[in-house]
């Protein structure tokens, strides 16, 4: 009994002192293998950085390369930089020269072409006037005065109409765009021309005193119609200068033109009186 359990102890002993010895000796195993990792690793990292130290070799001639795509890229946005100061520089206003403006003396104008008129007008009003301080006067007798005052009275209608034809065939030959318009009116015209030249032969015949009041009734009616003419003639002429004053504008390159009549103040330094000029554009008209 004792002895089996002294081999029991014994081969206890024995097999943890194996194990023991096993354990030592397996050691040193596992270190080399270890070692052996280490020694791999180390040797990758050698190799990388052989690696890198092989792939900065080309480093200058990177850098060199780089510099001059970077050269060259600063010269483009330089370019770039111009273009867009030359471009800006074109689209830049122009400076604003300073406004020319001149006028018209549209009313000087009509009163210098209306002067033969007026002054025709005044000559005959004068002759009424005279025939009428005479029958006042008693120098001449009522039925001397009703026959000067009949051929007056035409002879003040002739003058009207003269006047209305002349202008209007004057504008028909200056102005192009209206020539159309007034030749029509100049035909519509004629039959009243024939009246007027009808009642001419009557007044100087001598009309009686029945009838006078036919005689004054168709004057007044003649009398109407050629005032309302010429206050159109008149508007047309006007607006023809007007249009005149323009083309010359245009030509001298003014930008504002205005009439006299509605200026407070003008200062010759600064406003160009054109008057002058659309005069030399109608001689026609200021013949006399």
Same mark, same amino acid.
């Given at each position: 009994? #004792?002895?089996?359990?002294?081999?029991?102890?014994?081969?206890?002993?024995?097999?943890?002192?194996?194990?023991?010895?096993?354990?030592?000796?397996?050691?040193?195993?596992? /270190?080399?293998?270890?070692?052996?990792?280490?020694?791999?690793? %180390?040797?990758?990292?050698?190799?990388?950085?052989?690696?890198?130290? #092989?792939?900065?070799?080309?480093? &200058? /001639?990177?850098?060199?390369?780089?510099?001059?795509?970077? #050269?060259?890229?600063?010269?483009?946005?330089?370019?770039?930089?111009?273009?867009?100061?030359?471009?800006?520089?074109?689209?830049?206003?122009? &400076?604003? #020269?300073?406004?020319?403006? !001149?006028?018209?003396?549209?009313?000087?104008?009509?009163?210098?072409?209306?002067?033969?008129?007026?002054?025709?007008?005044?000559?005959?009003?004068?002759?009424?006037?005279?025939?009428?301080?005479?029958?006042?006067?008693?120098?001449?007798?009522?039925?001397?005065?009703?026959?000067?005052?009949?051929?007056?009275?035409?002879?003040?209608?002739?003058?009207?109409?003269?006047?209305?034809?002349?202008? %209007?065939?004057?504008?028909?030959?200056?102005?192009?765009?209206?020539?159309?318009?007034?030749?029509?009116?100049?035909?519509?015209?004629?039959?009243?021309?024939?009246?007027?030249?009808?009642?001419?032969?009557? !007044?100087?015949?001598?009309?009686?005193?029945?009838? %006078?009041?036919?005689?004054?009734?168709?004057?007044?009616?003649?009398?109407?119609?050629?005032?309302?003419?010429?206050?159109?003639?008149?508007?047309?002429?006007?607006?023809?200068?007007?249009?005149?004053?323009?083309?010359?504008?245009?030509?001298?390159?003014?930008?504002?033109?205005?009439?006299?009549?509605?200026?407070?103040?003008?200062?010759?330094?600064?406003?160009? /009186?054109?008057?002058?000029?659309?005069?030399?554009?109608? &001689?026609?008209?200021?013949?006399?």
């Amino acid at each position: 009994m #004792a002895k089996r359990v002294f081999l029991m102890v014994l081969v206890l002993g024995l097999g943890f002192a194996g194990g023991f010895i096993g354990a030592k000796l397996s050691y040193p195993e596992d /270190d080399i293998n270890l070692l052996r990792e280490d020694l791999d690793a %180390l040797t990758d990292h050698v190799a990388g950085v052989k690696k890198a130290l #092989a792939s900065l070799e080309d480093l &200058p /001639d990177r850098i060199a390369s780089l510099e001059e795509t970077v #050269a060259t890229l600063g010269k483009e946005v330089t370019r770039l930089k111009e273009e867009r100061e030359v471009t800006a520089a074109a689209l830049q206003p122009a &400076p604003a #020269a300073s406004l020319r403006i !001149a006028y018209v003396d549209l009313e000087a104008l009509l009163e210098e072409i209306f002067a033969p008129r007026a002054s025709a007008q005044e000559a005959y009003s004068a002759k009424l006037d005279d025939l009428r301080k005479a029958y006042d006067e008693g120098k001449v007798d009522k039925e001397t005065y009703t026959k000067e005052l009949v051929k007056l009275e035409v002879e003040g209608l002739r003058l009207q109409v003269d006047w209305s034809l002349s202008l %209007l065939r004057k504008l028909k030959a200056s102005f192009g765009e209206v020539a159309g318009v007034l030749e029509e009116l100049e035909r519509k015209l004629e039959p009243l021309e024939e009246e007027v030249a009808e009642l001419e032969e009557k !007044a100087e015949a001598g009309v009686k005193e029945e009838e %006078l009041q036919g005689f004054f009734q168709q004057y007044q009616q003649l009398q109407v119609v050629f005032q309302q003419l010429e206050q159109l003639l008149s508007q047309t002429l006007t607006s023809g200068l007007a249009k005149l004053a323009g083309e010359v504008a245009k030509e001298e390159g003014i930008a504002l033109v205005v009439q006299r009549k509605d200026l407070l103040f003008v200062d010759p330094g600064q406003v160009i /009186d054109l008057s002058e000029k659309v005069k030399a554009r109608a &001689p026609e008209f200021f013949a006399g």
